[in-house]
């Protein structure tokens, strides 16, 4: 088991940063993958990135180039900067994780799942 505690939302105009932080209740070294996911109103949840055991990233297209997902272990703790923020961003964000015991590299299939947290982008 694995709690996630996600922060860092909050109200941003257009083309503005925030940072959202995810604290896990354990360490995260052993966990295969940890990513962010979104979920707009009326919309269903989409996965926005996520970050391999090994360090390595993926990004959904729409967020590439503007998005950064990184690790510190050392913390239990996973990051998301975003900038360049766009009103079609307004999303809750939710942290997970993939721990399955059977871990394909390179997937992603989360089975723990923060509370999220509001991000909105003023235009």
């Known amino acids: 088991q694995v709690q996630l505690v996600e922060s860092g939302g909050g109200l941003v105009q257009a083309g503005g940063s925030l940072r959202l932080s995810c604290v896990a209740s354990?360490?995260?070294?052993?966990?295969?993958?940890m990513g962010w996911y979104r979920q707009a109103p009326g919309k269903q949840r989409e996965l926005v990135a996520f970050i391999t055991r090994g360090g390595s990233p993926i990004y959904a297209g729409s967020v590439k180039g503007r998005f950064t997902i990184s690790r510190d272990n050392a913390k239990n703790t996973v990051y998301l900067q975003m900038n360049s923020l766009k009103p079609e961003d307004t999303a809750v964000y939710y942290c997970?994780?993939?721990?399955?015991?059977?871990?394909?590299?390179?997937?992603?299939?989360?089975?723990?799942w923060g509370q999220g947290t509001q991000v909105t982008v003023s235009s």
């Open positions: 997970s994780a993939d721990a399955r015991p059977s871990y394909s590299s390179g997937s992603f299939y989360p089975t723990f």
């Open positions: 354990r360490s995260i070294f052993s966990i295969n993958a």
